[in-house]
């Protein structure tokens, strides 16, 4: 059984940075699509990012040129290097995992969750 384990979360003031880490176990990291959603309170919960097994990338267009993911195979790691923050970043965010055939954001095809980890944006 896959396990995800995200860590990185925090506080921190708007223009600040973080950079989330999901762990994965149980399997080999390789061999999945891997992606970031976050959850806000009282909305529902988006795709932010996500790297293919191919390392094919996508950004949501509120995040784009601010986040950064990669991968580093040999750790079985995905990182999430987020810059420039934004009080609306403020979520809970969650990696995912996915051993379909083509890497999307559709959060239904992702069958693997970790637990989360709070990313607070405030001044």
């Known amino acids: 059984q896959l396990q995800l384990v995200e860590s990185g979360g925090g506080l921190v003031q708007p223009g600040g940075s973080l950079r989330l880490a999901c762990v994965i176990s149980g399997g080999t990291l390789a061999y999945y699509h891997i992606g970031w959603f976050r959850q806000a309170p009282g909305k529902v919960r988006e795709g932010v990012v996500y790297?293919?097994?191919?390392?094919?990338?996508y950004y949501a267009d509120s995040v784009k040129g601010r986040f950064t993911i990669s991968r580093d195979n040999a750790k079985n790691t995905v990182y999430l290097q987020m810059n420039s923050l934004k009080p609306e970043d403020t979520a809970v965010y969650y990696c995912a995992a996915d051993s379909s055939g083509i890497a999307t954001m559709d959060s239904f095809q992702y069958d693997y969750w970790g637990q989360g980890t709070q990313v607070t944006v405030t001044s």
């Open positions: 790297i293919s097994s191919g390392d094919t990338t």
